[in-house]
């Protein structure tokens, strides 16, 4: 055994290695920093995903629209875009395209129309934009009937 320096005092501490020894402590520490790191980053992502997890589990319209400002706020470090992912999750939007399918039928029905045919018969016009006179095409094929 070597011996000890003059200054040292005669009981050292158990994490102090000899020399050329290997460092426990320093292998333990690591070993936690890791493990640490590793679960606060797990924790971390697990509560930034918690909109997306909310709003998918509840079927939501609006998954991708949370989706999104869950992937907004975590590249651009704005919890506003978090926040409102979370209140988008947490809000059921009403869905108003089954009201109007069944207000559809039932004028199709009053109309004496079969049902999902009211659109039938109305040419469609690709070049028309909001608010432009009938293409000529268009205009063309009404005359032709």
Known sequence: MASQHAAAPDHLPAFISGPGESDVLMWVMAIILIAAVMGIGILFLRLHT?????AHKSKKIQFE????????ALFTHLHIF??????????DIPDFGSAFGRMAGALEKIAGIAPGRGAEGVPEDPYRQHGDKPSPQLRAAAKEK
């Open 82 to 91: 978090w926040v409102a992912g979370l209140l988008l999750a947490l809000i």
């Open 65 to 72: 629209i949370v989706a999104v400002l869950g992937l907004l």
């Open 50 to 54: 918690l909109p997306e997890r909310i």
